[in-house]
């Protein structure tokens, strides 16, 4: 079993920033696929953004330019940097690998 714990969710205004984490643990091993995904209310969960086994990313077109994913690791964790944000980017993210999700945290981009 694999557990995935995101943070960093929260309230910002536009044009705000903020950095989620997902710290991974269980039966799992370092340099695996780590994504975040987020679900809109009443949309369905999307891709946002993927790293590889040797760190090559990929993006979601809304968020590319504005958005960095990142690991560490020695730590199995894995971060979403968002920058610029928009009232659109308003959704709970989802970090995910192979089939294991977390819970979610929410981020609400509103003035």
């Known amino acids: 079993q694999v557990q995935l714990v995101e943070a960093g969710g929260g309230l910002v205004q536009p044009g705000g920033s903020l950095r989620l984490s997902c710290a991974a643990s269980?039966?799992?091993?370092?340099?695996?696929?780590m994504g975040w995904y987020r679900q809109a209310p009443g949309k369905a969960r999307e891709l946002v953004a993927v790293i590889s086994r040797g760190g090559d990313t990929n993006y979601a077109g809304s968020v590319k330019g504005r958005f960095t994913i990142s690991r560490e690791s020695a730590k199995n964790t894995v971060y979403l940097q968002m920058n610029s944000l928009k009232p659109e980017d308003t959704a709970v993210y989802y970090c995910n690998t192979m089939d294991f999700w977390g819970k979610g945290t929410l981020v609400t981009v509103s003035s």
């Open positions: 269980g039966s799992i091993y370092s340099h695996i696929p």
